[in-house]
């Protein structure tokens, strides 16, 4: 895991001693620009191989599914304007970057272009990182790699995937559940998410090896900090592919109310049946370990949230539908539940890692960052406004399912929101994207990782645990088929962990010493208020799912 010297040194006519001069000479200005809370100056030398070599070694190349495909290029969104004011605006002794301009990192190295040229003029320095993963051929597919050239407007395009999903179909039921004041709250969670996302890049930035957020999670507190990321990572993403089972059922039994069938004397129900029909559908995608498909996956999902956004807004301005109910300014009772569903829709801070890392220009990852959480909170927004208006307190947990089912534009929108999933459940996390939504794949290359390498049965093996994550996820989703209230569940029990109070933990203990107390003070009130709402939040959605199991 460690740069070796031909990773960080280039010189002219193999002269080493001229090229690590200018390395160091390079290192030490960077170092002194106008980030003051960390220097690698004084940072201890870590050991080679001190990150990465440990479970879950896959997580790298699953995630970077997220913040490094080459999606396609948004032009207005790469504007200079636009990323130098970000950049600008987000320039003070909070966010400063603590790397100097004209260094880029980018995500695997290049070794042959750079062989290739570096007997025949100067080449500028380049931080390097190696791939935390090995590169073992019987154990991780290596189909795609990525050069970690991601521009501004494909950085955009990654972070929206990452936020806005499926949880923009529950914001409606949130403000139901919460009443209109709980939109402050989502309001709230958003500044929050956005600075620990931030803080996500100061810690990177404090050690060269640092690339995911299990090793940001290592650096903070060991051995032990890393396993307990990970295995919190992949719960948030396996509970988010259950989802996936209870949105597919409920929006194809919309569809189909009158679907059944019967087998050998047992009688299945239309949400069974399409709960059936969606997890066969889609048992035979994640088998799949040739994952260049994914190349246009960000801009699907990113189009799939827009279409269904405008759909609401076509239903409720166009065809004036509304459904004569009653709306509150606050619902004390269910407060806690709302509370989940709004910290659900932040659920990207899996992803930032790997996105950052991926940017060509890492510069503009705060401005990259500001734009997707401008973007994203908007849509929220405006669709629990619309939505609410438009359902009152008869909102149900996915707008979709209120909508009038004779209308096109609703026909539009559910089947996108059916087709959507089967893009994203073998690969993805969070997006959805409120999740962000989740992916399968991480989970699943993580059990195989305990697989022996030499194994000769590792693909027989490697499809059975596939097979069995995929049942589970058909099994659980039918035992507890509440959309709204499992999404609270989530976003209390998991999210809260990942996008508020992991990110501060790890802040406060990697640059221990180093931070102003206003930074202390603020990650400590993200991290209080966290705890808080992922206690409350997580007993009264149990609460909820127990009392509708009995009922």
């Not at 791939?131 to 990654?158: A, M, W």
């Not at 989802?243 to 050998?264: Q, V």
């Not at 808080?532 to 509708?548: F, H, L």
Request: charged share 15%.
């Amino acid at each position: 895991m460690k740069n070796s010297v031909s990773d960080q040194c280039f010189f002219v006519e193999s002269d080493e001693e001229d090229g690590e001069k200018g390395m160091q000479s390079m290192h030490n200005d960077g170092n002194d620009s106008d980030f003051s809370i960390d220097s690698n100056e004084n940072q201890p030398q870590r050991k080679p191989s001190s990150y990465g070599m440990q479970w879950p070694q896959s997580y790298r190349q699953s995630i970077d599914l997220y913040g490094s495909v080459p999606s396609p290029s948004i032009g207005f969104l790469g504007a200079p304007s636009l990323s130098t004011l970000g950049s600008s605006f987000l320039s003070s002794s909070l966010i400063r970057r603590h790397t100097a301009e004209t260094v880029k990192k980018p995500l695997l190295p290049q070794e042959d272009e750079q062989q290739r040229h570096s007997s025949q003029f100067l080449i500028p320095p380049v931080v390097t990182r190696k791939p935390s993963i090995r590169k073992d051929g019987s154990k991780v597919c290596h189909e795609i790699e990525f050069s970690g050239q991601c521009t501004f407007g494909q950085g955009v395009l990654n972070g929206i995937n990452a936020l806005c999903g499926v949880g923009i179909l529950s914001i409606p039921y949130a403000v139901r559940e919460g009443g209109w004041f709980g939109i402050g709250i989502l309001l709230i969670f958003a500044v929050f998410s956005f600075y620990t996302g931030l803080l996500l890049r100061y810690c990177l930035d404090s050690d060269p090896e640092l690339e995911t957020y299990p090793d940001i999670g290592q650096a903070a507190f060991g051995t032990t900090g890393r396993i307990a990321i990970s295995i919190i990572l992949y719960s948030e993403l396996y509970a988010c592919c259950i989802e996936y089972i209870i949105l597919e059922s409920d929006n194809l039994s919309s569809l189909f109310p009158n679907a059944h069938l019967s087998l050998g004397g047992i009688e299945l129900n239309s949400h069974t049946l399409f709960a059936l029909i969606a997890t066969l559908a889609i048992l035979p995608t994640v088998w799949l370990r040739d994952l260049r498909i994914l190349s246009y996956i960000s801009a699907g999902g990113v189009i799939a949230s827009i279409v269904v956004v405008i759909c609401l807004f076509w239903v409720g301005l166009v065809d004036n539908v509304a459904i004569p109910s009653q709306r509150s300014t606050l619902n004390l009772a269910t407060f806690p539940v709302a509370m989940g569903l709004y910290g659900y829709c932040y659920s990207g801070h899996a992803v930032f890692p790997n996105l950052y890392t991926a940017m060509a220009d890492r510069n503009q990852f705060p401005a990259v960052l500001l734009t997707c959480f401008a973007i994203c909170t908007a849509m929220y927004a405006g669709v629990a406004v619309m939505g609410y208006l438009m359902f009152g307190d008869a909102t149900l947990s996915q707008y979709t399912l209120n909508m009038p089912q004779d209308l096109v534009a609703t026909k539009l929108a559910v089947w996108t929101t059916v087709v959507n999933p089967f893009t994203k459940y073998p690969f993805f996390v969070q997006n959805e994207c409120s999740t962000y939504a989740l992916s399968l794949a991480p989970v699943a290359l993580c059990m195989e990782e305990l697989i022996p390498s030499n194994d000769s049965k590792f693909y027989v093996y490697s499809i059975l645990i596939r097979t069995a994550l995929v049942v589970s996820t058909f099994l659980v989703g039918l035992s507890v088929p509440f959309f709204g209230l499992v999404m609270s569940l989530i976003g209390s029990l998991f999210t809260m962990f990942v996008t508020l109070i992991l990110p501060c933990a790890c802040f406060l203990s990697i640059m221990r010493g180093k931070i102003s107390r206003f930074q202390v003070a603020s990650c400590i009130t993200i991290i209080a208020v966290g705890v808080i709402s992922s206690a409350i939040g997580s007993y009264s959605a149990i609460s909820k799912i127990i009392e509708n199991l009995r009922g």
